[in-house]
């Protein structure tokens, strides 16, 4: 029987161009269920694609307060979160709830 070796799934390899991106963002916000953590985990994740460093140059956050923003530990500010947004290159919009 051979062994069947894994490694780790990282969904930031995945996310190549910005309409990756921009959808896996849309599918988060649409499982979150309000869990502001969980989209900080998902903008995380696409930042990590993009490169941090420069996610939290553009955002005018430090390397180490955007990875634990991001870290999906805690639930950033809002403020933190439309900065982020900002600086992945994504937009933020509404639309009507027929639930």
Do not use: W
């Not at 190549?16 to 502001?36: H, I, K, Q, S, V």
């Amino acid at each position: 029987m051979t062994k069947t070796i894994t490694t780790r799934y990282d969904v930031a390899e995945h996310l190549r161009t910005p309409e990756e991106m921009a959808a896996y963002f849309e599918a988060c916000l649409e499982e979150a269920n309000g869990d502001a953590a969980f989209i900080a985990k998902a903008l995380g994740d696409i930042a990590r694609a993009k490169g941090m460093s420069q996610i939290a140059r553009d955002a005018g956050l430090s390397r180490e307060s955007l990875y634990k923003a991001l870290s999906g530990d805690r639930s950033p500010g809002f403020d933190t979160i439309l900065k982020v947004i900002g600086a992945l290159g994504l937009k933020l919009h509404a639309k009507a709830s027929h639930s």
